[in-house]
């Protein structure tokens, strides 16, 4: 299976907020990112953490993670139909490449 | 300036084609990569340059072929591929692969859908 674990599909209606859960393996990654990916495009960085922090915000966004558990998240205040989208988390593996989960589709309904 | 290149946006190709796909950023990035997405599926990675010179190759077959011309340009030549090889292929950059506590963001294109037939 693959080392960074995302469930698949996340629903929501607009306004409301999303959390999107990652799960990874390697407990050396320095940096974990998410990018979100539109139909037929290319993927947007649209946040990332240190190791050695447990939050970030930036607007709308906000990363958690628990590094004890491997465990990050994204949280969207406020989630608009333009959000809908598939978000990818990825961490740096030992050779400083990206390695992408498999990807959350995120879905707003009006 | 953020922004990686991509072109064509669209190719199709038949089985005996040859083509390339070209890749550009300035901002730089000294390492670049070549990714393949199946739909639904997350990027795979292909192939990274390192300061020019190919430091991953993950096992790709040899009808594709990278090419780095210089640290701005990534090319990736097709030839005779397969309608498997369908995909979007993404190429990224990264300030460098050098590691430790810095951030090596990678910033994607908006990629080459490709259809072989």
């Known amino acids: 299976g693959e080392d960074v674990e995302q469930s698949l599909f996340l629903s929501v209606r607009e306004g409301d907020s999303s959390v999107i859960n990652c799960t990874y393996t390697d407990s050396s990654s320095t940096y974990l990112y998410w990018y979100k990916q539109e139909p037929g495009a290319g993927l947007q960085l649209l946040t990332y953490i240190f190791s050695n922090m447990d939050m970030k915000q930036d607007q709308r966004l906000t990363v958690l993670l628990n590094k004890k558990d491997k465990h990050l998240s994204l949280r969207i205040a406020d989630t608009q139909t333009g959000d809908s989208a598939i978000y990818f988390c990825?961490?740096?593996?030992?050779?400083?490449?990206?390695?992408f989960g498999a990807g959350t589709r995120l879905t707003v309904k009006p | 300036d953020t922004e990686v290149t991509q072109t064509p946006k669209h190719l199709v190709m038949g089985m005996t084609n040859k083509k390339s796909l070209k890749c550009e950023q300035h901002?730089?990035?000294?390492?670049m990569y070549w990714y393949k997405q199946k739909a639904k599926k997350p990027p795979e990675l292909m192939f990274v340059y390192s300061y020019e010179k190919l430091s991953i190759n993950e096992s790709v077959p040899s009808r594709f072929s990278p090419e780095c011309p210089n640290s701005s340009l990534l090319n990736l030549h097709l030839h005779a591929l397969q309608p498997e090889d369908s995909a979007l292929y993404l190429c990224?950059?990264?300030?460098?692969?050098?590691?430790?506590?810095?951030?090596?963001?990678?910033?994607f294109g908006q990629g080459t859908r490709l259809t072989v037939v």
């Open positions: 901002m730089g990035h000294r390492a």
């Open positions: 990224a950059s990264s300030q460098d692969r050098e590691g430790g506590n810095q951030n090596t963001e990678a910033f």
């Open positions: 990825a961490e740096r593996d030992n050779n400083n490449d990206m390695r």
